[in-house]
DNA sequence: ACAATGTATGTCGATATCGGAATATATGTC
DNA sequence: GACATATATTCCGATATCGACATACATTGT
């Protein structure tokens, strides 16, 4: 077996780079047709079609023709997977805390927990 | 030029399924040996030391000798710019003012695309 | 029908992947 | 030292990539 094509996937097809790019000129809500996009990206028109093909094959982007143009367009909610994916992690490098030092303050913050029981009753007298 | 090193890029490194796999494993802030990932992963052990290292050389997981074994441990916070990348976009899918908005803008283009041209399929049309 | 424009497709070369198998490199144990 | 365990490294085959280039296809205008 080999690499996973990159239309496998989401994540394989936002890997590239160039991909990433075309993504972030789409992400004007606008329709892109296909020149519009070689114009601003350093790259010849088959490299595009190809990414945009890629793109379009994942979801990522959709296309319909307007004359002789193929416009296309960003399905931004396509994306959401790899948002849902990273933000689970998000948690773990949230506040400066490295993760260690968290679980160390995890068990920590348990004991005092614990010991608060007896001090349940506001001392945080302000009022 | 070929298809970008998996160690380039964090984007490229969880490109691949089995790496996602070995990091949602290490995600319980643990240290895991070598083994410990063979065990819960279907992969041989060269594999698994594969992916561990390409999650290494992007920084995702770091590794400290402990005895024989090698404790590899997830550094999440190397994640976090697939999650800031993927958020910027978090907005076009959500809410429901720039989903009215998008939709209002594709009418306008699609009456636009409409006066341009009323011939969508070889119909010999006027004009 | 012909030319021009916009886009897709196919071929090619260089490169890198992924998993498996075999082997090498520690490190620990008797 | 001999041996077992844990992990890394190397070689392999099959497969895809990406960009360049050439070319095909489609649509529009004359």
Redesign the interface.
């Known amino acids: 077996m080999a690499?996973?094509a990159t239309t496998t996937?989401v994540?394989?097809a936002?890997?590239?780079?160039r991909r990433?790019e075309i993504?972030g000129l789409l992400?004007d809500?606008?329709?892109w047709a296909v020149n519009d996009v070689v114009v601003r990206v350093n790259l010849a028109q088959p490299a595009v079609s190809k990414h945009l093909g890629v793109l379009r094959e994942v979801g990522v982007v959709t296309v319909?023709?307007?004359?002789q143009q193929r416009?296309y367009r960003?399905e931004?909610?396509r994306?959401?997977p790899?948002?849902e994916?990273?933000?689970?992690?998000?948690k773990?490098?949230t506040g400066q805390i490295s993760?260690?030092k968290?679980?160390a303050e995890q068990k920590a913050m348990d004991r005092i927990a614990r010991e608060n029981q007896s001090d349940e009753n506001g001392t945080r007298g302000d009022k």
């Open positions: 690499r996973a996937d994540f394989n936002v890997a590239e780079p990433r993504i992400s809500g606008r329709e319909v023709k307007r004359g416009m960003l931004a909610e994306l959401k790899i948002y994916w990273a933000k689970t992690y998000e773990l490098w993760r260690i968290q679980r």
